[in-house]
Every structure is written in structure tokens, then in C-alpha cells.
């Protein structure tokens, strides 16, 4: 089946500092990328839609200048934490979803995520 | 907006024993159902889902939901375990209005499977 990863798998960073997490179609072509946070114990809330060539659409409450999302290539999204604080610390999963004819019948491949800790 | 509900955060239960793992939604438009699971350091797989058509829906490997409208639940069971089933299993819906492109998650439960 499709796969995504996403690198890297954790990191560890100091408050202020920018993190970039990569998320990549391994076998496929994906015109749609989506960026989710999850929390411990709740759900995962999906923070923005990035399409390939344009701008990220971002979800209520998402600040669209602290995480950056870049999506140049149909294989590669990426999500800047920029100027993080503890309170970002969370788990990052990235889902891709397959560029077919029929798009609203797309499925969504889900990487692996990475977890991010900011101290 | 719709939303979903696990009741249960973790489910033990021995090996070849039946269990079920219960999903609640709210939605106030028609919704695709899903359930995914995910393995260990594994990112999350496609279980099974519900697009139209019959309300009862099975995975390959022997799981099952049934959508019932009525009490807008898509409870997911199986009728015996397997060690390998022991993962985190997330049941979503989206707007079919929508698609696929948005997917709204439940918060998991855990499923522990014993020798």
C-alpha cells in the first residue's frame, strides 16, 4: 500500500527555536497533504490542508505564522514550528492523500508522525 | 461540525475472546464512517469504512462495524482476537460534503490483548 513517512521521527528543542518536520509520499503522488497535532488523551485535530503549489488552508484557531507549511513538491509537505514554547509540544502527524480522477473518493495515508518537545 | 466519541480509552481483553470497541458521533449532515488503526511506531491504517450502501462493513482481517443510524453509532467488533490486534484504533467521520478531505477523530481506545 502507500506509504508516508515523516522525518524526524522526534526532536527536542530549546523555547524559541524553529523546528521543521518533513513529511513525504514515498510511492505516490499526493496533491493534498494535511498537517494534524494530537495531545495526549484527545483526538487528532487536523491544523491545515496544504496543497501542492499554493497556500495552506489553515483551521480555526491554527496560527498560520507559527507553523509554516510548505508543500513544493507532489511527494513533500513540510510544517515550520516556528519560535516554539512548551505549550507546542504535542505529537505532528501528517496524512497524504492520493491525487486520483475522483478526488472526494481519495484515501488518506497516514505517516508515522513525530513528536515534538520543547523545553 | 460534527463530532466523535470513544468511550472507552483502553479495552483489555484475553486472546480469542470476542470484543467491541464503541463509537459515537454527532453530526448534523449525512457522514462517511472510519476506523483506523495504528500499530506500534506505525503511523495510522485504514481499518474499514462506510460510505453507502449495506450498514454492515468488514475488514480483511475479521474485524466488522455496523452503522445504525438511529443511535448514530459505528461500533467496531470482532469475534475472536488475536495477540496482533493489540494497537490503538481511532474511529473518524467526515462531511460527505467533504469527502474524504477533512476527517474528524474520536480520541482512541487502546485495545490489550492478553495470552
Known amino acids: 500500500g502507500a506509504v508516508v513517512s515523516q522525518h524526524p521521527s522526534w526532536v527536542i528543542c530549546k523555547s524559541g527555536t524553529s523546528v521543521k518536520i518533513e513529511c513525504r509520499s514515498l510511492?505516490?503522488?499526493?496533491?493534498?497533504m494535511f498537517w494534524y497535532r494530537q495531545f495526549p488523551k484527545q483526538s487528532l485535530m487536523l491544523m491545515a490542508t496544504?496543497?501542492?503549489?499554493?497556500?495552506?488552508?489553515?483551521e480555526q484557531g491554527v496560527e498560520k505564522d507559527k507553523f509554516l507549511i510548505n508543500h513544493a513538491s507532489l511527494t513533500l509537505s513540510t510544517l515550520t514550528v516556528t519560535s516554539a514554547h512548551p505549550e507546542d509540544s504535542s505529537f505532528y502527524i501528517c496524512?497524504?492523500?492520493?491525487?486520483?480522477?475522483?478526488?472526494?473518493?481519495?484515501?488518506?495515508?497516514f505517516g508515522p508522525g513525530t513528536r515534538l518537545l520543547v523545553l | 461540525a460534527q463530532s466523535v466519541t470513544q468511550l472507552d480509552s483502553q479495552v483489555p481483553v484475553f486472546e480469542e475472546a470476542p470484543v467491541e470497541l464503541r463509537c459515537n458521533y454527532s453530526?448534523?449532515?449525512?457522514?462517511?464512517l472510519f476506523w483506523y488503526v495504528q500499530y506500534p511506531n506505525q503511523g495510522l491504517q485504514l481499518l474499514l469504512k462506510?460510505?453507502?450502501?449495506?450498514?454492515l462493513v468488514e475488514s480483511i482481517n475479521g474485524f466488522e462495524a455496523e452503522f445504525i443510524n438511529s443511535q448514530t453509532s459505528f461500533h467496531l467488533r470482532k469475534p475472536s482476537v488475536h495477540i496482533s490486534d493489540t494497537a490503538e484504533y481511532f474511529c473518524?467521520?467526515?462531511?460527505?460534503?467533504?469527502?474524504?478531505?477533512?476527517?474528524?477523530f474520536g480520541t482512541g481506545t487502546r485495545l490489550l490483548v492478553s495470552p
Open positions: 496544504s496543497n501542492e503549489g499554493s497556500k495552506a488552508t489553515y
Open positions: 453530526s448534523s449532515v449525512s457522514v462517511y
Open positions: 462506510y460510505l453507502s450502501g449495506s450498514t
Open positions: 496524512s497524504a492523500g492520493e491525487t486520483k480522477q475522483t478526488s472526494y473518493q481519495e484515501t488518506q495515508y
Open positions: 510511492d505516490f503522488q499526493a496533491t493534498t
Open positions: 473518524a467521520v467526515s462531511d460527505m460534503n467533504t469527502g474524504f478531505q477533512k476527517l474528524v
